[in-house]
């Protein structure tokens, strides 16, 4: 079973930057697209980012622009840049596979707050 564990999350005013990261156990982590989640305060989890396992990379309209994904396979690792944050982007974020056979175990996500 993979492991994913998410880190970088954390408070920033608007207009601010942060990078997350998630890195994957496993040998597997390679053979998949990845995307970033992410899930607010009474809302679902959405898809916010994806890159497929041979790069090709789609966002949401809502981050379009502003964020950034990228993942390394050596380091099993799959990063989203985030900039010109508002405060819209404030949720708890989780990385995963997304695959028609479903999620992994789900991490225990990074907190982004975005506040003045």
């Known amino acids: 079973q993979v492991q994913l564990v998410e880190s970088g999350g954390g408070l920033v005013q608007p207009g601010g930057s942060l990078r997350l990261s998630c890195v994957a156990s496993?040998?597997?982590?390679?053979?998949?697209?990845m995307a970033w989640y992410r899930q607010a305060p009474g809302k679902q989890r959405a898809l916010v980012a994806r890159?497929?396992?041979?790069?090709?990379?789609k966002y949401s309209d809502s981050v379009k622009g502003r964020f950034t994904i990228s993942r390394d396979n050596a380091k099993k690792t799959v990063y989203l840049q985030m900039n010109s944050l508002k405060l819209e982007d404030t949720a708890v974020y989780y990385c995963?596979?997304?695959?028609?056979?479903?999620?992994?175990?789900w991490g225990q996500g990074t907190q982004v707050t975005v506040s003045s």
């Open positions: 890159i497929s396992d041979s790069g090709m990379i």
């Open positions: 995963n596979r997304d695959n028609y056979a479903g999620p992994w175990a």
């Open positions: 496993g040998s597997i982590f390679s053979r998949y697209a």
